[in-house]
């Protein structure tokens, strides 16, 4: 909301004007300063004039010759405009002058001829000179009451008061009765303990009473309906002064009531209706809930559907204005306007919130009826509103105002215990500071020992417990007079999930891998590209009823659509390499068995990459780091896998669980992807990778030297390399310290087919050195079981 | 051989030996000089036929000239093997600039870092880390964290929801929305944990954003939770502001100004200059006391406090980043510079 100081100055004696200072002060209360700005003049060298002659130019029909008293001089003044004869005071723009200096190109004025006559400057609208939109006709100062004849020759920023400083402070949706100057200026008034200098309106009035009659069919709906008719009304310019405050707060100034209803919105905080009181038939005013399907249409033109539930202010010939939100357009104010109905109603905030929200017509308006508005300011804000138009337009306001309230709303109370504040806020202030402070608020207090009844102000609905209270207390005390204690707790460890996690993305860092972070939002292009079968279970999903794009409608059942997405990306930028992996989680429709109400949710990791020598290997590669991280087995079963090339894909299993796949992406997904070449990926469940392990334990090492010797055996293409160091594994015996596989060799001698593969053992004992003799069977025992139970041939002889 | 004769053998054998300019000249050397026929072999097999009052000064002048010639050989040897292997170690000569061999390294993302660095800021204080759900109940999310069921933060413009996917009906507090803050994790924490409670929750956050240098609709948060017997305001003063040293450098100020959060009373701001300006930095407050009863603590016995924090915001500022896209279009050229 924007502030300009001298209006707050209408309410209290400020100490500073200093908007840094009341910045700081604002701050301390709560109310955030997002903006401090000036509201000045953008000209220069504009001073107030006097129009001593106008007459028709000589040798032209659309445009008058006029000499002008400056002060100092008479000059001419050529001029188009037509709204003012001699006598009239005006801005005057002298030769020398600038207009527009807050913009890129400012008007430098000059004397011109004009059809044959030399203008010295010229005469300024309200457009040209920042202050409005008017540009019919110059601005004419004595008729907006900004200048007399006494002025001739100032500058005319001096004259019309311009210089505000504006503070434009952001108020929390708590804070509704913050949304007004007087608000704020009461803030002011308690922070500096000094008195707030409310207004009391006061205005003449004619004999008879408002000839309206109001009911109200929902008291939920509108607590209180205040209208007051004000007759013999000129709609016409508002003064100046007045439309200067607009312009500061970044209001368009209108007309006189529209102004006048803006004006007191913003002093109050109270919004306010004008009706045109001729355009409602029937004398009567009837608030209730709209139906579904009625309809209204709106002061902007549009013809908007109602839904139930919105809040109607209604004559008997049907709803005349959407209340708290916009009025209608067959009771507008228009120029044509004689009497006005002046209205200053409460309105339910949450019936406000949804009808503002689903039309998307949020105002100033709606934003204070939606933080709700003190229904026991709707009589002052009536008053101040009428003494203003009646003031602005000339209208006669009737002999009194039409008052709906049924059920007013009266201050309650509150009980605060001392103890309610010190386990808050610790020692101090002490319960009697802090019922002090409370009082400046203007909260009332009756103090009994350690407790206190304490009565809220009707304006602060947002206060109804002691926790309320105590922040109330906190704020005007300073949150700057706390101690800083340092709270700890006695938990400070990682979880073995959590380490295994850390130690995970570290070795994968190591290993030259860079983490991403992709959205967790995928496409059905996505499930599409990578080529999954209809069955296959990343296709089970759940969509996001309100997505941003149709490409980001799905929550991820796989981390790969995002990270193939990345990689695209770095491929098109020119990365040669590119080694990216992801952990987070995925999104599954199955019940979370920790809690069922919410579907299960598991970490994923994931791993893409592209370039050079990258390929299967380089994934399985790191499959097997991770299980050397985590201290788990983890197994490869190759078979084809949907994504995957059919021929370099396999399962990962930990244990008996299948806990992902590892591979090469299928060409064709890679290409629809857009990308080529080979790229490799592995996606598994964190989960069963990094559950809590027991501490491992050191096992001994051996003094005595290895027994190294080499085996190869042909064995058929279809014996996977890992059964064969299985089979080894297994029947080396307690000896085997290490066992790897060095070589393979097709061709030669080893047939269709099949191939060579080639392992060395290492032997070692803990109390012996191991002699040829004790290797030999060994090795023999090995052969004799490669050939059992895989049909491979010893090249060779032990 | 008399002594005189025997120096003079010494003198040309030590000169022999010292202009050996390679081993095989030097082998040569020693062979003339040490070996079977030389002179000094020659002498010392002459020695028995001496006059025994003169054999024992000649073998002793015998024994210390092989000993001078022997090391002087072996000086020689380990002189001229040096300059040999010099010779093979200069033509063994690279280029250390040359960048080959380098290790691969990948990057830790900046929000998995920082995300890191602010838990062990806790931890070191003995706060717990715990994660929770992204797809959650609106339970969680906004009732028991005393949201106002007509907020409009619960409205479809701000909050992303779920379309059925099930048989199960979800509608009011059941239903399943992308948490938009990590806070839904204080009322599981509480549920499942007694008091007091000293809990840190790092995590991803969703709201219904479009993109711009500082809005995405995924972004991260940590949360903060401590819930005794006698928690006050300048404890949530306190440790917040020993996070900000912590995080920023031990000369981070910080201020605190009242603020409005549903599920906090008193709730604070917190802000800390760095760079030479205030920056707001943290949402924060005592819990209120709706939330205690909301998770079946009593908010007669318990008090405590809570935050929330951006990671993006947080990584932003101490990293001099100004577009939040650069964390999740994982450009590599950016990926790479995070350490």
Known sequence: ?798 | MDLERLAGVIRDARARIEAASDLDELSAAESETLGRRSEIAVARSGIGRLAPDRRRDVGRAINEAVGTLTAAVEDRRSALQAEAENVLLEQDRIDLTLPYGRPARGTHHLLTRTMEDVCDVFRAIGYEVAEGPELELAWYNFDALNTPPTHPSRFESDTMYVEPFDDRERSGPDELLLRTQTSPMQARFMEKNPPPVYVVVPGRVFRTDTWDATHSPVFHQIEGLAVDSDITFGDLKGTLAYFAREFFGVSARTRFVPHFFPFTEPSAEMLVWFNDEWLEMLGCGMVDPNVFEAVGYDPAEVTGFAFGMGVERLAMVRHGITDIRHFYDSDLRVLGQFR
């Not at chain 1, 709204?83 to 011109?112: C, K």
Request: proline share 7%; hydrophobic share 40%; net charge negative.
């Open chain 1, 1 to 798: 909301m924007k502030v300009p100081i001298g209006w707050l100055a209408d309410f209290i004696d400020l100490p500073t004007r200093d908007p840094y200072e009341l910045e700081r002060i604002l701050v301390s209360l709560g109310h955030e300063v997002e903006g401090i700005e000036e509201f000045g003049p953008s000209f220069e060298g504009v001073v107030v004039g006097r129009v001593e002659e106008a007459r028709p130019h000589p040798d032209a029909d659309r445009i008058r010759f006029c000499r002008v008293d400056d002060g100092t001089a008479t000059r001419d003044v050529v001029c188009g405009a037509w709204n003012f004869e001699a006598g009239a005071v005006i801005a005057y723009a002298r030769a020398g002058s600038r207009l527009g200096t807050d913009t890129d190109q400012p008007l430098e004025v000059g004397s011109r001829k004009i059809r044959g006559i030399v203008s010295h400057g010229m005469f300024a609208s309200a457009r040209e000179l920042g202050l409005g939109d008017d540009h019919d006709g110059i601005m004419v100062l004595n008729d907006l009451g900004a200048a007399t004849d006494d002025d001739l020759g100032r500058p005319l920023e001096e004259v019309i008061g311009l210089g505000d400083v504006v503070l434009d402070v952001s108020i929390t949706t708590n804070r509704g009765d913050c949304m007004g100057i007087r608000g704020l200026a009461r803030e002011l008034a308690a922070y500096w303990e000094i008195p707030l200098r409310d207004i009391s309106p006061s205005f003449p009035t004619g004999p008879e009473p408002s000839a309206f009659e109001v009911s109200i069919n929902d008291v939920e709906a509108c607590p209180r309906f205040v209208a007051h008719q004000v007759d013999d009304v000129r709609i016409g310019p508002s003064p100046l002064w007045m439309q200067l405050r607009l312009l500061a707060i970044g209001q368009r100034p209108i007309s006189n009531v529209v102004d006048v209803s803006n004006y007191v919105m913003w002093e109050l905080g109270h919004p306010i209706h004008t009706f045109d009181a001729e355009a409602i038939s029937g004398g009567k005013v009837i608030i209730r809930r709209a139906e579904e399907g009625e309809r209204l249409e709106t002061l902007d033109g549009v013809e908007r559907p109602l839904a139930a539930g919105d809040i109607l202010v209604t004559d008997p010939s049907g709803p005349i204005a959407l209340a708290g939100v916009m009025g209608g357009a067959s009771t507008e104010v228009s120029a044509k306007t004689t009497s006005v109905l002046v209205e200053a109603a409460n309105w339910h905030p949450p019936s406000i919130l949804s009808t503002s929200w689903r039309l998307g017509l949020r105002s100033e308006a709606s934003a204070r009826f939606e933080r709700g508005v003190d229904p026991n300011l709707s009589a002052l804000a009536t008053a101040r509103t009428v003494e203003l138009v009646a003031m602005t337009s000339g209208g006669m306001p009737r002999s009194g105002a039409v008052d709906c309230y049924p059920i007013p709303r009266r201050p309650w109370t509150v009980d605060l215990t001392a103890r309610d504040v010190s386990r808050l806020l610790g020692p101090a202030p002490s319960f009697g500071d802090a019922l002090a402070l409370l009082e400046r608020l203007g909260f009332g207090s009756d103090r009994d020992g350690r407790s206190a009844r304490v009565t809220v102000p009707t304006h602060r609905s947002d206060v109804t417990r002691p926790a309320d209270l105590v922040e109330e207390i906190a704020r005007l005390h300073g949150y700057d007079r706390f101690p800083d204690l340092v709270r700890h707790g006695s938990r400070g460890g990682l979880t073995p999930e959590q380490l295994a996690v850390r130690r995970l993305r570290e070795a994968l860092v190591g290993a030259g891998l860079t983490e991403a972070q992709t959205l967790s939002f995928i496409g059905q292009d996505d499930l599409d590209a990578l080529g999954l079968p209809l069955e296959d279970p990343r296709r089970v999903t759940i969509r996001v009823k309100n997505p941003l794009r149709e490409e980001e409608a799905i929550l991820r059942t796989t981390l790969l659509p995002g990270l193939m997405g990345a990689m695209s990306r770095n491929v098109a930028r020119g990365m040669k390499s590119v080694r990216l992996f992801e952990t987070g989680r995925v999104f599954t429709a199955r019940d979370d068995p920790e809690d069922p109400r919410i579907p299960f949710q598991p970490v994923h990791l994931a791993m893409v990459l592209s370039g050079s020598g990258e390929d299967a290997f380089a994934a399985t590669g790191l499959v097997d780091l991770m299980a050397r991280v985590t201290d788990r087995k983890l197994e490869l079963r190759q078979e084809s896998l949907p994504g995957l090339h059919p021929g370099r894909g396999a399962v990962v299993t930990c244990g008996t669980t299948e806990i992902g796949m590892v591979g090469e992406l299928h060409p064709a997904a890679v290409r629809k992807f857009g990308l080529e070449g080979r790229i490799a990926v592995a996606e598994m469940d964190l989960g069963p990778l990094v559950s809590g392990n027991p501490p491992w334990m050191l096992e001994d090492v051996s003094a005595y030297p290895p027994m190294v010797f080499d085996l190869a055996f042909v064995l058929a293409d279809t014996v996977p390399a890992g059964r064969l160091l299985e089979v080894v594994e297994e029947s080396a015996g307690p000896y085997l310290e290490s066992l790897e596989l060095f070589d393979e060799f097709r061709g030669g001698s080893i047939p269709d087919a099949h191939r060579s593969l080639a392992v060395r053992i290492t032997l070692r004992a803990m109390d012996h050195t191991i002699s040829d003799g004790e290797a030999a069977p060994i090795g023999r025992g090995i052969a004799a079981a490669v050939a059992d139970r895989l049909g491979g041939v010893l090249r060779g002889s032990i």
